[in-house]
């Protein structure tokens, strides 16, 4: 199989800054790829500070591993690479804020997938998500680490009531917001003709996913489907920062 990327970040229509990071790597010979989405939160630049230390902490650690032959990859769990790369980055967030009462509650969402093979290796932490989109169906792979998930899980709400929670939006895990980090891994094989997209909530809640379908059906080129997706969300007068990463298997 062959992968290729693309992705875009944007402000969204309401947000005057842009605390959203995307980042991806994908091998010369397009076998491997990496992805990355965080959303960052904590007010000041204390978001877009977190979001960044993330990426590219994720980065550092993982493109060398992406890098590697395929002797030495064998040798390595794919779990705890990943789970280096987010304590990196969770050990990076917790330092900075020492040094700044501004920046004391800034962290960030982090999700990150590692295509290696015929396998996707998902590590998340926060709300930003991670889709297997086969078919043309979106599957969401990732849990929201967020308090209305937990509500919704027991029951003390239904999904008609999401709209109306008003903390919504407060997570119950977050990279640079707890030590130990606590993190949820996922591996999902996959085949030519899947995707995978990546994305922070400025997308999903602003774009229904019975429309992606249509929106990637109608669209040229992966470039053309993630600025397609922006533009959706644009119309919606998103109220976040929206940003996407699509993964395309052929």
Known sequence: ?????AGISHTGAVRESNQDVVAWQVTDDG???LLVVADGMGGYQGGEIASRLAADS??????????????????IDPNDCLETAFDLANDRILERRKTDERLEKMGTTLVVAWVEGNTAHITHAGDSRCYLIRD???????RDDT???NMLEDGSINEADVANVPFRNVLTRAVGAMNPLELTFCSQPVRTGDCLLLCSDGLTHSVPEAEWNRILKESESRESAVNALIE????????DNVSVVLLTLK
């Open 136 to 142: 043309g169906q979106p599957t969401c792979l990732t």
């Open 232 to 239: 959706a969300a644009l119309e919606r007068q998103a109220s």
């Open 31 to 33: 076998g491997s790829a």
């Open 58 to 75: 994720v980065m550092e650690v993982m493109v060398p591993v992406l890098f590697m032959d395929e002797a030495d990859k064998g040798e």
């Open 1 to 5: 199989m062959k992968l290729e990327v």
């Open 147 to 149: 308090v209305v998930q």
